[in-house]
Structures are given as C-alpha cells and as structure tokens.
C-alpha cells in the first residue's frame, strides 16, 4: 500500500475536501482520503491500480491541483 500527503493551494473549506474525498473515492485502488481544510493537506493511502500519477490527475481535473 502507497500512502502519501499532497499540499492542496486551493482548499479553503470543509467542503472543498469532501469534494475531493468523494472524487478520489471513486478511484479503483484508493483505500482511503482525509483531509485538512487549515493545513490544505489530503493524505490518501492506495494500492494498484490507482498510481500518484492518477490521483495527481484527478485533483487536477477537478480544479484542486496538488503543489
């Protein structure tokens, strides 16, 4: 299992994460998203087939692009 933070800029709410929780859920492989809306933080733990790339993909495609 992977397991990485990436620093979301554009978090700014309670909201914004359930949104991304909700997206990356949906993702084949992803085990699990929690969020920071203060920190603008997302650590999400994963196996294949979901890769960084990926997620890093599916941020960007919802407008929340990880740093």
């Not at 699990?32 to 733990?45: A, F, H, L, R, Y």
């Not at 790339?53 to 990880?66: D, K, Q, T």
Request: with cysteine.
């Amino acid at each position: 299992m992977a397991k990485k933070t990436f620093s979301i800029p554009k978090i700014s709410c309670g909201h914004c994460v359930m949104a991304i929780k909700n997206e990356l859920a949906e993702m084949p492989g992803v085990r699990k998203v929690e969020g920071s809306p203060q920190g603008k933080t997302i650590e999400v733990e994963w196996d294949a087939p979901a890769t960084e790339e990926g997620i890093r993909a599916a941020l960007a495609e919802i407008n929340y692009p990880a740093a």
